[in-house]
């Protein structure tokens, strides 16, 4: 399964790779998840266990975990645009302002419309061939309930 998030410096591209060097094991855990690639390319442990130093990062995981519907309907209403990539700047640098579920997408937003995929980075597009709006319908497309499922019993940890 793809992760929700693509992340700066993340495991996407490794992640099959990494998963076939992994012994076989009951628990998992990955301290500095980020993107938590790994995580959702593997099969699900008896117990797993993220954490990561971006509270915001964690806080979505968590919004992911126990509301998942509220999120997935603020995504799906995403626009692959500079405007909504503006706001969600906003939110993701003033956190205390707003709820769990609106930091929730802005991380999603900063980590699948910032350039490199790199938060404190600009916008992302393709002048020429619309690229980077048909991933992000794509990335729209692929936020559904099994990505909610597979962390049901996930122990999230900041």
């Known amino acids: 399964m793809r992760p929700p998030l693509s992340y700066y410096g993340g495991k996407q591209l490794l992640a099959k790779k990494i998963v076939s060097l992994i012994p076989e094991h009951k ?3 990955e301290p500095f998840c980020g993107g938590a690639a790994v995580l959702f390319a593997k099969e699900p442990s008896q117990a797993e266990v993220i954490n990561d130093i971006n509270a915001e990062i964690i806080n979505f995981y968590h919004v992911v ?11 799906m209403k995403t626009l692959h645009s500079r405007e909504m990539h503006r706001h969600a700047k906003i939110i993701y640098e003033n956190p205390d302002m707003f709820d769990t579920v609106k930091r929730a997408w802005a991380v999603w937003v900063k980590a699948n419309m910032s350039f490199g ?8 597009y393709e002048k020429k061939s619309g690229g980077t709006t048909k991933k992000i319908i794509n990335k729209i497309d692929e936020f559904t309930d099994k990505i909610s499922n597979r962390i049901r ?3 999230i940890e900041n």
Do not use: R, T, V, W
């Open 27 to 29: 628990i998992y855990c």
């Open 65 to 75: 975990k126990e509301d998942f519907p509220a999120l997935q309907k603020e995504i």
């Open 117 to 124: 995929n790199c938060f404190n980075s600009g916008f992302a």
């Open 153 to 155: 019993m996930l122990q």
